[in-house]
Nanobody
Framework: QVQLVESGGGLVQPGGSLRLSCAAS????????MAWYRQAPGKLRQLVAR???????NVAISVKGRFTISRDNAKNTVYLQMNSLKPEDTAVYYC?????????WGQGTQVTVSS
């Protein structure tokens, strides 16, 4: 069982930045993949960014060049740096851990981009 706790969400103006954090209860170097998903009202949950155990990353086209995923193994924490935020980035952001064959989810953190 992996427990995940997100933090760092909030209200930000368009063009602003936020950094989300996801603290895991397990050694994240043992986890096959860590990821951030988001879900806007009335929409399906979608992958934002993923970081693999080997360090490889991928991000959704909609956030490419603006969002960066990273991790600190010593702190068992994964980050999502979000720059140049847009109103369409407004959503609940969820941390995900994939430890074959199980998926674990955090409780989510709200990000609202509005003037």
């Amino acid at each position: 069982q992996v427990q995940l706790v997100e933090s760092g969400g909030g209200l930000v103006q368009p063009g602003g930045s936020l950094r989300l954090s996801c603290a895991a209860s397990e050694n994240i170097s043992r986890i096959d993949a860590m990821a951030w998903y988001r879900q806007a009202p009335g929409k399906l949950r979608q992958l934002v960014a993923r970081i693999l155990s080997g360090g490889g990353t991928n991000v959704a086209i909609s956030v490419k060049g603006r969002f960066t995923i990273s991790r600190d193994n010593a702190k068992n924490t994964v980050y999502l740096q979000m720059n140049s935020l847009k109103p369409e980035d407004t959503a609940v952001y969820y941390c995900n851990a994939f430890l074959i064959p199980y998926n674990y989810w955090g409780q989510g953190t709200q990000v609202t981009v509005s003037s």
